[in-house]
């Protein structure tokens, strides 16, 4: 006999975590309402993951271990991302800074042929506050604006 670890997104945006030994029956509660409180003021609700275990033990292990996470490492582990589950495991004083991990990442984007020219020109910035103001009033050094 199976027994599963659950995580449900609630319609709050809300994510429930649950074990069971019947995750079509129990799923199927949730969405009925009246089985759990929580879930019941938050439905519908959509399965988001789950993970089978030889035992209700192992099973109940595993809830009492997600439960208590953040909701970026439950989002990491819904997506599979592994590394990002080890991340948000540390605590965030010992974490790499997200930007050099991301650095070390493929982009999933190809620089197009126009990147490619345009690399050696000088880019110019069209934001309204680092061009000059782009006609806009700007304001006075004394702080009272610009009359």
Same mark, same amino acid.
């Given at each position: @006999?199976?027994? #599963?670890?659950? $995580? +449900?997104?609630?319609?709050? =945006?809300?994510?429930?975590?649950?074990?069971?030994?019947?995750?079509?029956?129990? $799923?199927?509660?949730?969405?009925?309402?009246?089985?759990?409180?929580?879930?019941?003021? %938050?439905?519908?609700?959509?399965? &988001? #993951?789950?993970?089978?275990?030889?035992?209700? &033990?192992?099973?109940?292990?595993?809830?009492? *271990? $997600?439960?208590? #996470?953040? *909701?970026?490492?439950?989002?990491?582990?819904?997506? =599979?991302? #592994?590394?990002? &589950?080890?991340?948000?495991?540390?605590?965030?004083?010992? *974490?790499?800074?997200?930007? +050099?991990?991301?650095?070390?990442?493929?982009?999933?984007? &190809?620089?197009?042929?126009?990147?490619?020219?345009?690399? =050696? %020109?000088? /880019?110019?910035?069209?934001?309204?506050?680092?061009?000059? =103001?782009?006609? @806009?009033?700007?304001? /006075? %050094?004394?702080?009272?604006?610009?009359?």
């Amino acid at each position: @006999m199976a027994f #599963w670890t659950y $995580i +449900l997104l609630c319609y709050d =945006g809300r994510y429930y975590t649950g074990h069971t030994d019947h995750l079509e029956r129990r $799923i199927a509660q949730h969405q009925h309402g009246g089985f759990c409180d929580f879930t019941s003021r %938050r439905r519908p609700v959509t399965l &988001v #993951w789950s993970q089978d275990f030889a035992t209700r &033990v192992e099973a109940l292990e595993a809830e009492r *271990r $997600i439960k208590p #996470w953040s *909701r970026a490492k439950k989002d990491a582990l819904i997506r =599979g991302d #592994w590394e990002m &589950v080890s991340h948000f495991a540390k605590p965030p004083h010992e *974490r790499p800074d997200l930007l +050099l991990v991301a650095e070390h990442a493929p982009s999933p984007f &190809v620089p197009s042929e126009v990147e490619g020219r345009e690399a =050696g %020109r000088k /880019r110019v910035s069209t934001s309204l506050d680092t061009n000059g =103001g782009g006609g @806009m009033a700007s304001p /006075r %050094r004394d702080g009272r604006g610009v009359k």
